[in-house]
């Protein structure tokens, strides 16, 4: 959806504030790490406008969110749980599971990593909003056919990247 109505700070936030929030904590699974990368992706927003106006702000938000969801994942220390406390993880219910889950997600961020900007948005916009190709090709000013294949080569790209890992053990 192109924009010719550049809408105010305050409307586009009331607008997409819970896209963007939604594309972080899928990412980064925590609310405080989600609200600061809402709040950083706003701020650099209104930076944004005050320079140009983006032609598909929807866009615009979802790579700004992915990248900076991102960044914050590389940003994170990896916690080192030396014997004694390995043995407080095995006791604590659902910890293990926890554990798995916060070692997927940086799995799939180092994925997403690795593919270029347009595949990522594509990827994201198709598996987690659930956006068709005609939507996502509108959004990015893309033919579908491209986007399509930016899908399939995203798809194939972390796919390859997690098999490696995941396939064995599951």
């Known amino acids: 959806m192109n924009s010719l109505v550049q809408n105010s700070p305050g409307e586009t936030y009331q607008r997409h504030r819970c896209d963007v929030y939604r594309w972080a904590y899928r990412l980064l699974g925590s609310s405080h ?11 650099k927003w209104v930076d ?49 599971a926890n554990a ?18 347009h595949q990522r948005q594509v990827l994201m916009a198709k598996v987690y909003d659930g956006e068709t190709f005609a939507a996502i090709a509108e959004e990015l000013d893309l033919a579908v056919s491209t986007v399509k294949t930016h899908y399939l080569r995203a798809l194939g790209a972390v796919r390859e990247g997690m098999r490696k890992k995941w396939n064995s053990e599951r």
């Not at 790490?33 to 701020?43: A, E, G, K, M, S």
Request: proline share 4%.
């Open 33 to 43: 790490d989600t609200l600061d990368v809402t709040q950083d992706v706003f701020i």
């Open 48 to 96: 944004q406008c005050q320079i140009r106006y983006p032609d598909n702000p929807r866009g615009w938000l979802r790579r700004v969110t992915i990248n900076a969801a991102l960044d914050v994942i590389r940003s994170r220390k990896r916690l080192v749980v030396h014997d004694d406390q390995a043995a407080v993880v095995r006791s604590v219910p659902g910890a293990k």
């Open 100 to 117: 798995e889950t916060e070692e997927l997600r940086k799995d799939i961020a180092k994925a997403l990593e690795s593919l270029s900007d």
